[in-house]
Nanobody, 126 residues
Framework: QVQLVESGGGSVPAGGSLRLSCTAL????????IGWFRQAPGKEREGIAC????????YYGDSVKGRFTVSRDTAKNTVSLQMSGLKSDDTAVYYC???????????????????WGQGTQVTVST
């Protein structure tokens, strides 16, 4: 059992930046692949970034590539998502989850997506 908690959401003007964090309560994230997902009202859930637990490789969805960066701080037991150049289309609830990425590929809808955080709202205003 892995209990994930996201933090760092909020409201930001278009073009601004936010940093989301994901940590695990009572366990370590360090060996897990962790993905970031988001869901906007009326839209399907979208996988946006993933960092492997085995080789540290990173993967991004096309909509965020070049703007978002996923990273891991093993000492703080945290996986972060640095978001820059935010657009109104980035408005959504953002979730972290255990994920299936590594070895050169990311299976967005993976059987490894077992554990999810509660989500944090990101609102980008124009």
């Amino acid at each position: 059992q892995v209990q994930l908690v996201e933090s760092g959401g909020g409201s930001v003007p278009a073009g601004g930046s936010l940093r989301l964090s994901c940590t695990a309560l009572g366990s370590t994230l360090n060996n897990w692949a962790i993905g970031w997902f988001r869901q906007a009202p009326g839209k399907e859930r979208e996988g946006i970034a993933c960092i492997s637990g085995s080789d540290g490789s990173t993967y991004y969805g096309d909509s965020v590539k070049g703007r978002f960066t996923v990273s891991r701080d093993t000492a703080k037991n945290t996986v972060s998502l640095q978001m820059s150049g935010l657009k109104s289309d980035d408005t959504a609830v953002y979730y972290c989850a255990t994920a299936g990425c590594g070895g050169g590929r990311w299976i967005v809808d993976s059987d490894d997506n077992d554990y999810w955080g509660q989500g944090t709202q990101v609102t980008v205003s124009t």
